[in-house]
């Protein structure tokens, strides 16, 4: 069968590498040996070739420039190539499902939203109000993390969205996403209690909860000032959205920025715990701030511009954990990349993993070190690919620093904490600490 599936795709022109077995091809390699499977295979044919993965015959491109051409060149047919599940639960209207000018027309209206006017204005303070009461009473608990800067990433989000605390809505509306990312991690089998058609049906309660809303607001007559009641305004508004499209924003912001935050976040604390160095120096930071203020001040543009070690701190945690391995594209017709031919519909994984962990690019890149990122340069290198780039570059990117640094600020000023201790740590295919990362946490004043 080996064999046999070798000479299947045995077609001239395609870049080397092994295909493995029928149907499943080299999945179970990929899952279980992760970034190994995949620097053994670059040790034997390079840093573009094929494999399956999957379920999916896959170009897996680690070369830094033509990663960086991959990603800039959607046009000539490199479109995103996520899994069925992910597209199917997030809707046909989700940025990563649309292209061209569509997605143009999608992305702009997102754009419009978290700009950086509305960052300063609107949603900073929104962001300060919510991390001020998330990060209240923590001091003598142990708090598994993990939990919590997952409930911070959806419910700040929310907030921001929908202008909604904490309520029975909005607890229900975070039961149903999260069924809904599970389901977008599945395999796509439809049937009775998989994860994938629980996700599906979340989707739909999802639905319902902001079709909801809309339908309250229009009601109502009330104006509103969250990202909705952008969305929804009549002649302000240079985006005119369907509510179908409307719904499936709304989903594309808090799933994009979920999983991205809170893992970000709990890994910052991870890392700060391991580094006291590090974390004295970022507590200095914001000590700083913090004594420039009243007790209930909150957190403004000024502060969040001023966080330049924080940035840094964010920065290397996202480097050194790679709380993204890489993304997803797909050829929309067969065509030439690398001196390669590579077939229509074939996935390509721009995988950028290994850029960093390159010790010419990073020096002692195993070792956590923030202050690297004190040089600016390093963030505008080509190489530089943790928000991706090119034409799908994370318009996040911003929001998600301004986000984890709030949270930052409350935390380092407010609490010291160590961990309990034995938690297991996965880093592949996503970070994640599954039994919970917990921490003691004890009032920084009481000492
Ligand atoms: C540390 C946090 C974050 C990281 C590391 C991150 C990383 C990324 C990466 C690598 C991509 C490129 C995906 C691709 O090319 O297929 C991306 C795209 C995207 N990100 Fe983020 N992201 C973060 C936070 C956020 C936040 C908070 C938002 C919410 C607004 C967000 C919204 C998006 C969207 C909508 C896209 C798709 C853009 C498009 O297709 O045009 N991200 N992000």
Redesign the pocket.
């Known amino acids: 069968l080996l064999r046999w599936n070798e000479v299947r795709y045995s077609k001239k022109g395609l870049p080397p590498g092994t295909m493995g077995w029928p149907l499943f091809g080299e999945t179970t390699e990929f899952l279980k040996q992760g970034p190994n499977f995949l620097k053994t295979q670059r040790a034997r044919y390079g840093s573009f070739f094929k494999s399956h993965i999957l379920g999916c015959p896959t170009i897996v491109s680690m070369d830094p420039e033509l990663n960086r051409y991959i990603?800039m060149n959607e046009s000539k047919g490199l479109v995103?190539g996520y899994p069925k599940s992910m597209l199917d639960i997030l809707g046909k209207c989700n940025?990563?499902a649309v292209h061209g000018s569509t997605?143009k027309y999608m992305?702009g209206a997102?754009l419009s939203l978290?700009s950086p006017t509305l960052i300063k204005d609107q949603l900073l303070p929104k962001i300060d109000d919510f991390m001020r009461s998330h990060l209240s009473n923590w001091e003598n608990k142990v708090i598994n993390i993990q939990h919590k800067t997952k409930e911070m990433a959806f419910l700040s989000t929310l907030k921001q969205i929908a202008g909604m605390e904490s309520s029975s809505i909005s607890n229900s509306f975070m039961t149903e996403f999260f069924k809904l990312v599970l389901g977008t991690l599945s395999l796509p089998i439809d049937l009775p209690a998989t994860n994938y058609r629980r996700g599906f049906q979340a989707r739909k309660n999802i639905v319902n909860i902001v079709s909801k809303i809309l339908e309250e607001r229009r009601a109502s007559n009330e104006s509103y000032k969250d990202m909705l009641g952008s969305l929804m305004g009549k002649n302000d508004c240079k985006y005119k959205l369907s509510d179908e499209e409307i719904i499936d924003l709304v989903i594309?912001?808090i799933y994009?920025?979920y999983e991205?935050?809170s893992t970000?976040s709990m890994m910052a604390v991870k890392y700060l715990h391991d580094h006291p160095k590090a974390l004295e120096e970022l507590r200095k930071e914001h000590s700083a701030i913090r004594e420039s203020k009243n007790p209930n001040d909150p957190i403004d543009y000024n502060d969040l511009k001023s966080m330049k070690f924080t940035r840094a701190v964010i920065f290397e945690t996202?480097r050194l954990a790679t709380?993204?391995n890489g993304?997803?594209r797909k050829t929309t017709q067969d065509m030439e990349l690398n001196g390669y031919l590579i077939p229509k519909g074939w996935r390509i994984y721009v995988y950028t993993r290994e850029i960093n962990y390159d010790p010419f690019l990073y020096p002692n890149p195993l070792i956590f070190n923030p202050w690297r990122w004190l040089d600016k340069s390093l963030e505008s290198q080509n190489y530089f690919l943790?928000?991706?780039g090119g034409?799908?570059l994370?318009?996040?990117?911003e929001?998600?620093i301004a986000?984890?640094s709030t949270f930052l600020h409350y935390f380092v000023t407010r609490y010291r904490w160590e961990e309990v201790g034995g938690d297991k740590l996965m880093k592949f295919p996503r970070v994640q600490a599954p039994n919970g990362l917990h921490i003691r946490v004890s009032s920084l004043n009481n000492n």
């Open positions: 990603l995103p940025i990563a997605h992305r997102l978290i594309t912001l994009s920025g991205t935050v970000t996202s709380i993204v993304v997803l943790i928000f991706g034409t799908r994370c318009p996040g990117k929001l998600a986000e984890i």
